[in-house]
Structures are given as C-alpha cells and as structure tokens.
C-alpha cells in the first residue's frame, strides 16, 4: 500500500492512500479541487482514477473541495449520517448515489477494506479511518480530544499510524488565542497536543508497525521540529523507536510519501 500526505494542518487536510491493485482513495478534501488535482499531479497520479473520497467531518479544514472535486470526476463520497446532516447544503449539487452514508460495519472497495471509528470532537458525528488489505493495515485519526481504549484497539499494530499531533500544550497557553478557544482545543473535543499523541502511540504501536506520521499540526500552537522531538522523546523513553520512522507531514505540499 501507498500513503501520502497532500494538506495537513489547521488549514486544511487531505490524505492519500492507494492499494498495490490499483484502489485509492482520499481521505478528507479540506483544500480546493483545484489544488488537488495540482498535489496529485506531483505525485503522478490523477483524480480521475480515485475509488472514493473519505470524510471524517465536517469542519471547513476537511470539506472544501469535496463538492468541486467529486463533481468533477464523478466520484462517491463517504461520510456518516451526522456529517452528511452537516455538510449537505454547504457541498452542492451531487448525485444521491454520490451521497453514501457509510455503513454500519466495515466495507469494501475493491481489495480495501474500510472501518472506521468514533472520534472526541466538536463535530456532528465524526470518525477515524482504518484501511487494510490482505497484508497491510494504513490507520489515520485526527481531530480527537482524547485517545480511548476503541481507539487504540482499532489502531493497534497498524503498518503505518497517521495521527493528530496538533499543539504543544505550552505554546497553545502561552499563544495569542482566546480563552475560549485554547478551552477547545485543549478539550476532550478538540484536538491531541503532541504529548498526548505521544503517549497513545506507545500503546498503539506492534510489532508490524514501520511508520508514523504526525498529521494536522496548528501553524499557530506547533513546530514541525518540536512536535517531532516530543514524540520522538516519548517513544524512546518507552524503548520504541528502533524500527519506526517518524514522519511530520507538511502543512501543504506532498510529504511523507510511503510505500509500506
Ligand atoms: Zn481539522
Ligand atoms: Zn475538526
């Protein structure tokens, strides 16, 4: 299986995941069609040939090419019912068999099985993904407040974990935003401090595990350098890092282009 990252931050997100028999998906579209058919190019692929784009949630980093994008190439696009209440209006005009509300249980494109999660956010419904073949397992999540025991269960011993590493918990506190929204985003519905990623990779990680990616770092509240060392002291301290790459995923731009 194939892993990149086109968008990952604050600003906008979008992940790319292909199998070695020729399914792809995206998963979230927060940047504009536009630009991703320019990172896909960059990457030698193509829109044209995408199985599926994957939501997790509604918020405008994650939706803003959707509409554009999956009308264009007449593509499907998952969601749950809670992000479908959500983002209906705001995506245009898409054929219903477009429209999918992800099923109850895990499903499949082709070759990829597909299940997903709850997630801890001030969002509708909101989900992680997991993506496996017969022989390899891709797990992204981002935009949770806290790691629970489901979480880590679904995530454990992944080939490759994408995984929210948005703030250092001293810069959010120290940085120039409200109250209120350092009060959500250091909530359990807001997002994960490189601390808290840290420390739920340590139970997340097995024995078949080769990458990890930070993903969705805030421009304001986060360095690449830092979040990089925080996890990187964590997963030593926990005698985990020989076999692992660490990867931190470029807040625009493709990066951390894997094949595992
Ligand atoms: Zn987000
Ligand atoms: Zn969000």
């Not at 024995?207 to 969705?216: G, I, N, P, S, W």
């Not at 020989?242 to 995923?249: D, F, H, R, T």
Request: proline residues 2%.
């Amino acid at each position: 299986m194939k892993f990149c990252s086109l968008a990952s931050s604050s600003s906008g997100n979008s992940y790319y995941i292909s199998t070695d028999d020729g399914i792809s998906v995206l998963v979230d579209v927060g940047v504009s069609a536009k630009n991703i058919e320019q990172l896909l190019a960059d990457i030698g692929q193509t829109a044209a040939t995408l199985s599926a784009l994957l939501i997790t949630h509604e918020h405008q980093d994650h939706i803003k090419g959707i509409g554009t994008l999956a009308r264009r190439y007449h593509l499907p696009v998952y969601a749950t019912e809670g992000t479908w209440a959500a983002i209906d209006a705001k995506v245009g005009n898409l054929a219903e068999t477009q429209k999918v509300r992800l099923p109850k249980s895990s499903f499949v494109l082709g070759n990829l099985t597909i299940d997903y999660l709850a997630t801890k956010h001030d969002a509708n419904e909101p989900v992680a993904y997991i993506l496996q073949d017969k022989e390899q397992k891709i797990s992204l999540l981002t935009d949770t407040g806290v790691l629970n025991s489901e979480m880590i269960g679904k995530l454990y011993n992944s080939d490759l974990i994408a995984i929210e590493a948005n703030h250092d918990e001293t810069m959010l506190f120290h940085g120039r935003y409200s109250y209120p929204l350092k009060k959500r985003i250091s909530s359990d519905y807001g997002h994960l401090s490189n601390r808290a990623c840290g420390q739920g990779l340590l139970e997340m990680i097995g024995a078949k595990t080769r990458h990890v990616v930070l993903t969705h770092l805030s421009r304001e509240n986060n360095l690449p350098s830092l979040a990089h060392q925080c996890v990187k002291n964590t997963l030593l301290a926990g005698h985990l890092t020989g076999s692992i790459k660490l990867w931190v995923a470029d807040a625009l731009g493709a990066s951390a282009n894997i094949q595992i």
